[in-house]
């Protein structure tokens, strides 16, 4: 489909390992936001690209996460040393446009289990 | 203190009924207020967007409503279907936060037969 994708989709991994997840969002769309959704808790916002200009990452909650977005398009997010709190599903959604009423559009999530 | 709050936590409706759900939000000025829809596993869809200056907005069983002078917005759902079974997610785009959204953090709709 022509939706936003994400892969994979369930990541369990060990504590102190890295991981990387990866989206790809809708074609054409210049604005990527990455997400984390705890369980019972609302959506966090972690970091936002838009074009080519430097990105939010306003919402990373420490330095062991960070994200980059390779031509404009498809995004990673790598999550170092992981920790038992770092457990969430990671979203990935994409805008045609960034500011305004711009609908962002959501990716299935990456559900990320440390053990 | 999360600026966007939902009630209730969750709910459980029969097949049929109608039920509301509500969302205060404690920031203005707003951009625009979305309810999103999410579905066990999948990401959020967008179902409805208001600007403050509108008050309602349907979009097939679900309307919208929105007291920009309380600060708060509805969820109706008319006819309830078990595919209705999803959280529902109130997100209000807050000028003064940029291009980010602020989140609630959801009412998990069940609805049996």
Not at chain 1, 32 to 56: H, K, V
Not at chain 2, 29 to 49: A, E, H
Request: charged share 20%; with cysteine; proline share 4%.
């Amino acid at each position: 489909g022509a939706g936003v994708s994400q892969s994979p989709s369930n990541k369990v991994t060990e504590k102190g390992k890295d991981v990387e997840l990866r989206c790809d969002p809708i074609s054409g769309h210049t604005a990527l936001y990455w997400y984390r959704q705890s369980l019972g808790q609302g959506l966090e916002f972690l970091i936002y690209f838009q074009g080519n200009s430097a990105p939010d990452k306003s919402g990373l909650p420490s330095d062991r996460f960070s994200a980059e977005r390779t031509g404009g398009s498809v995004s990673t997010l790598t999550i170092q040393r992981t920790q038992q709190e770092d457990s969430a599903v990671y979203l990935c959604a994409s805008s045609f446009q960034s500011g305004g009423g711009g609908e962002q559009f959501f990716g299935p999530g990456t559900r990320l289990t440390v053990l | 203190k999360n600026q966007v709050e939902q009630s209730p936590q969750s709910l459980i409706i029969l097949e049929g009924k109608n039920c509301t759900l509500q969302c205060n939000y404690t920031v203005s000025p707003f951009s625009n207020l979305r309810w999103y829809k999410q579905d066990t596993g999948r990401g959020p869809v967008s179902l409805t967007i208001m600007t403050f200056s509108e008050n309602t907005k349907s979009n097939g069983r679900y309307t919208a409503t929105l007291d920009a002078d309380t600060k708060q917005s509805s969820l109706h759902i008319t006819a309830s279907q078990l595919s209705d079974s999803a959280s529902y997610i109130c997100v209000g785009r807050i000028k003064a936060a940029g291009n980010k959204l602020t989140f609630g953090g959801g009412t998990r709709v069940l609805v049996k037969p």
